[in-house]
């Protein structure tokens, strides 16, 4: 790409560069800022979208008694244009990268369209009648609520959330730190969605979001009241918002971005030759050949289905088991206590899926979790069932167990997906990220809706009220809630049995790296081992560091009289200090390394002859059994890489 070019992008302002410089990913700010903390804060608003937008329809705008159809197929036909919409945001994340890559501008520009989505949503003009019921909508009434829904779902979300997650694919090739980076990153998804859960329940209880009669102590609101109020809750969570995508811009970084563009100042190669794309077509060709993307994307459809059916039911499910049929409290004690499993995972399934596989940990969460969307059918017992306490005793307890099971396909399926695509790059020499997310984005989004509208039909044919019909209430609403979503944990454990991509990672990154540096070669550039570029950066970053330090001392002298050789003189002071004791630890960690070594020596030495030779034996059996499994992995890999030269894509 020529730097011509390059210098012309609005995004090669100093002001708009990432404030990630090393080479490596670390814990903060990167991770702890820009995977977890930025998406948590920029997803709150559309987990209470998602949550209460039908409702908001239902009780508010009063569609279920006056156009039930229309809120039932609203979701489903949109999902139509809400696959248009990925697809155009998917070609944009394609389009050749800018300064800042190819993501992270999106998050950016999107912010203002989602904004102004957000407040659409919640802005239908109603008529009411004079106690503050709602009459039958307007056909303005109805346009508006299609185009706020579409333009929500279909282009504001997708500007944001298709590039948010294709952060993870293009941040690192390491796949320790990209299991890491996909921890943190669906954390943030789950922890916005949780907060919302969590909030949720005690605004609409509080600031009246829903209609609801005067009883128990609270004062009584109409549906004109609770109207009024949307819009007030939106301008908070777009101040939310804007600082969650601001704080996901500035620290992150699309290391694989720029090793493939050469966009940034110290790239691999100067020459003035031009990247080629690969093509939409192109993209699709190699992901309908690849066995392991099919299995991912249909991992993902499962997982969001069964999920999104049990989060958009959680308010129906309590709803159904109340004792007058309007009380959701239940539904915020179970998100509050299923976000505790949910934390506690986010911890573990890391280190987990380092040791035993990503796709391994995903298949024995996904049948535990089955067994335990099957226990949440105990609530309709007659015995608990008539017994509030043991309804939400049963109900929390078996959501937390199969929280459990969900927590791998949870945190670590965005980094299997990212295996998927290093794959794609080492048979064919191109990434499928464009189009891969366009899918993914389709996916997440469009099923939010279609989840709702099956819940929304599904309880307004059986008659949402508390009569004769509790009962099958009840029933229909613990099959949304928890049985649906175990059935699809089911699915995808069995899916799982041939997923098997991880074995391919080494030869993966060993390919993509020796293509990269046969094409440096080839352009008549220097090739930089990625080990010394990261030395490199981190050396440059620590100078710059050092510069602004010094300059901030200064300025603060000339504050405040201070003498800058006696207070550099100590920040020199303390900083050998903290060496020394950093190197003492070191140190000490060495010497317990070189014990625990010698122990180990000292113990095989006191073994007999024989008992030594039977070690050995032992030992070289089962490097010539690894020697073997590599070996078959070898030769299944470049049989993909044949058919793939094959397919001259």
Known sequence: MSSSKTKKSFFNNPLLSSKIKSRSVKLFPEVALGYLVGPMFALVSNGIVNTYLFQYYDKVLGLKSSALLFETLLPIISSIVIIIGNLLIGKLI??????????????????????????????????????????????????????????????AYPFYFTPHSALVNLSTRDGSARSLLATASNG????????????????????????????????????MEANSKWTILMVIMIALLVVGCLFEYYFTRERITEESFAIKANEDVKTNKEEKKTSML??????????????????????????????????????????????????????IAGSIPTALGMVVIWPLA?????????????????????????????????????????????????????????????ALMSDVLDHQEALYGKRTDGFTMAVYGSIIVGLTGIANGIIVGLNGIKGFSYGDSV?????????????????????????????????????????ILLNHKNAVVAEGGIWIEPEEKSKQEEKASMEASEEARIAELKAKCAKK???FDAEESKYQALKAKKEAEKEKKNNAKKMALEKKEAEKKAKF????????????????KKIEAQKQKDAKIQLEFEHQLEKAKALQI
Not at 139 to 151: E, R
Not at 373 to 380: E, K, M, N, R, Y
Not at 483 to 501: D, K, P, R, S, T
Not at 605 to 620: I, P, W
């Open 188 to 223: 943030a998804v789950l922890a916005a969605a949780g907060l919302s859960g969590m909030v949720g329940p005690i605004l609409v209880d509080i600031i009246g979001l829903l209609p609801r009669e005067a009883g128990d102590g609270k004062e009584g609101v109409t549906a």
């Open 94 to 155: 394609n389009r050749k990268p800018t300064a800042a890559g190819k993501a992270r501008p999106l998050i950016l520009l999107g912010l203002p369209i989602l904004a102004i989505a957000l407040l659409i949503l919640f802005l239908v003009p109603m008529n009411y009648d004079k106690n503050g019921n709602p009459l039958t909508p307007s056909i303005w009434s109805f346009l508006m609520i299609a185009v706020g829904y579409n333009l929500y779902y279909a282009f």
């Open 282 to 335: 192109e993209q699709i060709k190699i992901c309908a050949h690849d066995k392991y993307w099919w299995l991912i994307i249909l991992f993902f459809f499962f997982y969001q289905f069964g999920g999104q059916l049990k989060n958009s039911d959680a308010s129906w499910y309590a709803q159904a088991f109340s004792n007058n049929g309007s009380d959701i409290s239940l539904a915020g004690y179970i998100s």
């Open 561 to 563: 009289g201070l003498d």
């Open 354 to 414: 380092n040791r035993f596989g990503k796709s391994n940990c995903i298949k024995v969460g996904a049948i535990f979790a089955f067994l335990m969307g099957v226990a949440g059918f105990v609530v309709l017992l007659p015995d608990i069932s008539s017994n509030a306490g043991l309804v939400s005793t049963v109900s929390i307890a078996t959501f937390c167990l199969k929280a459990l099971g969900t927590v791998p396909a949870m945190y670590i399926s965005m």
């Open 605 to 620: 030495e006191a073994l007999s002859d024989e008992e030594k030779a039977a070690l050995k034996a032992k030992e070289e």
């Open 471 to 511: 009962a099958n209430n009840r029933v229909l609403n613990t099959a949304l809630f928890s049985g649906a979503e175990g059935v699809c944990y089911l699915i995808i454990f069995f899916m799982f049995l041939f997923m098997n991509v991880e074995k391919f990672s080494k030869l993966d990154q060993k390919t």
